[in-house]
């Protein structure tokens, strides 16, 4: 390896659960024939009807004389002037909100974006003091694990569980009595829904904890990426929260369009101002051609009308296919148990007091041809030990039917062996 910086080497690690997917690489890779049902993926699946709704915008961009200023010119690091404007019109509209476009950033995915965020509000003040990126319910998205240029800036808090032991239910709670925002928080920052666990934090909560963030004037990032309106993979009520302390983040690419790299900003005009020079050092800004479609779709309503009739049922479907097949499957005295799917495109399933760690599980898993993602990768900045950690796992709906409902049986028996071990 060549010599590198501290940021240089820290970059270059892969963190979270890029790693694991390493390993599952290779392991479909040299699978000597043996055929795997992958339900890794965190990639959504191409559904027909949201590829031909982007095909039908690019038509109608080729044959625009937009074309060449959106292919062929630099523009403005805060985004493309006609996506901006569709966000701030269909925003205001939808919501009774008052978005200039001074309230908007396009950044290149949302990933990008909390980059530039936790780097912004996260690590150390001119003063030497350490600003600390608040992740105020764990588990949360990995990708979070790898954004801060400080990682010990990152710190994540224990929920507390709610559980329906009967139902072999439970869901995640913030849990207040221990979430402490003060002047040594930089920013906080959770998805919702969440990706890994299908969690909706309730609006109360996301009150709750805006509340807290109100008095230290800095940033609450919603990470909207399964967000209503669009892709709108929430299965359960959810309202968008908007307020003068929230910096509501979302994404195009649970809308089909996760390869154009569209992650988009909305709140006060003095955070987008200062995210937006970000940008401007890193990337001058955004590619043109997948706003300008998206523009489009937006525009038309074809994008709001997609997410509801098309992308929210497919996967909402195959949850209760997961859900039937497990709870079919599992032998009732097991103490298993699945959080509620309440959106997002993965379930999160916890083996409480499992004998083995959720990897040896995995691997285990792995020899009658199944994949899954290990649970500990999900708890990005929580250092402190906890046994739950080790005892769940995120299995992605990207499955068909027929591989889910397999793939739900044989992990019946796999964990069925795991506790009989112990
Ligand atoms: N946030 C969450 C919760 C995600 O699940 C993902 C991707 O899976 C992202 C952010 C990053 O998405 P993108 O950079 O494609 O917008």
Known sequence: NPALTQIGAQMSNLTGVRAIMKDIIET???GAGQQFINLSAGNPLILPEVEQLWRDCTAQLLSSPEYGEVVCRYGSSQGYAPFVEAIANDFNKRYGLNLSDRNILITPGSQTLYFYA???FGGYTPSGELKQIVLPLSPDYTGYGGVCLVPKALKAYKPTLDIDAAAHRFKYRPDFS???ITEKTGCVLFSRPC?????VLTDDEVKKIAALAAPYNLPVLIDSAYAPPFPALNFTE????FGDNILHCMSLSKAGLPGERIGIAIGDEKWIEVLECFQANISLHSSRYGQAIAAYAINSGGLVEISHTVIRPFYQ???TVLETSLEQAMPK??????HRG???IFAWLWLQDLPISDWEFYQQLKQVGVIIVPGSSFFPGLEEEWAHKHQCFRISLTGSDEEIATAMQRLAKVAEEAYKGA
């Open 28 to 30: 479909l890779r040299g």
């Open 118 to 120: 936790a780097n912004t």
């Open 178 to 180: 221990q979430l402490t």
């Open 195 to 199: 990706n890994p666990t299908g969690n």
């Open 238 to 241: 959810m309202t968008p929260v």
């Open 317 to 319: 479907n195959k949850f």
């Open 333 to 338: 005295n097991l103490p298993w148990f699945l």
């Open 342 to 344: 309440e959106g997002a």
